[in-house]
């Protein structure tokens, strides 16, 4: 008799722990999470711009378990494809028509860029793995070397993102995040990365004996791959 009272209550005991360690292992509508990323972005190549590396943070706030919406800023320092952006430097006598030396230089500079967005997510929840999808809209500003464009230039346009990810929950309020992104640049403005734009200088005498870049487009893709940490900062309802 003893032993069938233990059996049912332990059986009872493992039909209710199932159920509390599924709903804490999935995602809880209703609730804030914080995620820190890391990773890179590969720019096509029509737009001139080195492969660099990036630093985000998102911000969402899950409606449901399936459905998000949220906030992202990104920070990337790269640098430009200097070959574009081949220019000529005259230099000696300034006598003899400007400078009887001629120095043909490959100019690049250090660019920063900062994407600021919204976007939703639509998640399929599991247990420990949550795969989901993303797509916002937002805005992207361009900033070049000050020194090397003697003077602050900045070109800011709308963007648009669209991606795929992996959540996977480590704990009751943690995780880590997988992602890959499209970030699409619209009015993208090529000339604003040439360091000697505008100058005299920038006439190039040979351009046979330099590769030439693919022709310049207005909008421009770029690839961008994270790393994230999650960290939900409240309980539901933000208790």
Do not use: H, W
């Amino acid at each position: 008799m003893n032993r069938a009272i233990r059996g049912a209550a332990l059986t009872l005991a493992a039909m209710g722990f199932v159920p509390m360690a599924e709903a804490a292992g999935q995602l809880v509508p209703k609730q804030f999470s914080v995620t820190s990323r890391v990773g890179g972005v590969i720019a096509e190549r029509a737009a001139s711009l080195e492969p660099s590396g990036v630093i985000g943070v998102d911000a969402e706030y899950a409606f449901s378990r399936y459905f998000g919406v949220g906030t992202s800023l990104d920070v990337i320092r790269g640098n430009t494809t200097s070959q574009d952006f081949p220019v000529r430097l005259r230099f000696g006598l300034a006598s003899s028509n400007g400078g009887d030396t001629l120095v043909n230089v490959e100019l690049g500079q250090t660019v920063n860029t900062i994407n600021i967005g919204a976007f939703g997510t639509l998640r399929y929840p599991g247990t420990r793995v949550s795969p989901f999808l993303l797509g916002g809209i937002g805005t992207y500003a361009l900033l070049t070397d000050p020194q090397i464009s003697r003077g602050r230039r900045s070109t800011q346009e709308v963007s648009y993102t669209g991606g795929v990810g992996v959540f996977v929950r480590l704990g009751q309020r943690v995780g880590v995040q997988l992602d890959a992104r499209s970030l699409t640049y619209t009015n993208f403005d090529r000339d604003a990365l040439n360091p000697a734009v505008g100058r005299a200088e920038q006439n190039t005498p040979f351009p046979e004996d330099f590769q030439r870049p693919p022709a310049a487009k207005r909008t421009v893709l770029n690839t961008q791959y994270t790393l994230g940490f999650r960290y939900i900062p409240g309980g539901v309802g933000g208790n």
